[in-house]
């Protein structure tokens, strides 16, 4: 444990690769993904890591439906500049074997998934990043892009049904949007801009 000014800080688990999206469990154990490794992860109460679905790709956002199920931004992966000590590393651009963006569904009890969407009216998802459900059922999710040696793809924002019967796009382009989320009587979505540093909030006028 560490202190720092007036908080106390618990190490509960090391050596992840590239963690996103922590969830708090009802029993006391986390969800998150770690893009690098591809995976959906548990970490329980006593801290060690399990491997809960190989998902492979760059899952990067994570969010639990209100069916149980864990629903992840994938962003398709990443090339990674990694440290002599191999302890650090970033994402610096598309990987190699990229195929494209994508929205899986993952039942936590067997690890079990499926992919919900990997495009919006023949577009394709580039790089979807993170995610919110709604007191409907329904989600918001950022697609950040990708970046390659020369190129960098322009963002956008989706609406989704859980069922993978519907998606739409409500916002483009937008400039690297990463994070979202909804305010407490949902009126409003708030998206985080990575390259401006922007929070931009948007007001809904209806589902998607």
């Known amino acids: 444990m560490v202190k720092t000014g007036h908080l106390s800080t618990t190490l509960v688990a090391d050596k992840l690769l590239f963690p996103e999206g922590p969830i708090f469990m009802s029993d006391g154990s986390i969800l998150l993904v770690e893009i690098a490794g591809g995976s959906l992860t548990k970490i329980n109460n006593d801290g060690k890591k ?20 864990c629903y992840i931004c994938n962003n398709g992966g990443f090339n990674w500049q990694v440290s002599e000590n191999k302890r650090y590393r970033r994402p610096i651009s598309q990987a190699a074997n990229y195929r494209t963006g994508r929205i ?15 495009e919006c009216n023949g577009i394709p998802l580039n790089g979807p990043n993170d995610i919110v459900f709604d007191k409907q059922g329904n989600f918001w999710f950022t697609d950040l892009g990708k ?7 322009r963002g956008s924002v989706y609406w989704a049904k859980a069922d993978g019967s519907k998606i739409v796009e409500v916002i483009h382009p937008i400039m690297t949007p990463n994070g979202i989320g909804l305010s407490p009587d949902e009126k409003f979505l ?16 209806d589902n998607g």
């Open 104 to 118: 899986e569904k993952v039942n936590i009890e067997t690890g079990n998934f499926e992919t919900l969407y990997t």
């Open 147 to 153: 970046v390659r040696e020369r190129t960098m793809d």
């Open 50 to 69: 399990e491997i809960v679905a190989h998902l492979g790709g760059g899952p990067n956002g994570a969010a639990m439906g209100p069916d149980g199920f």
């Open 190 to 205: 708030y998206i985080a801009e990575t390259e401006g540093g922007k929070l931009y909030g948007f007001e809904i006028m």
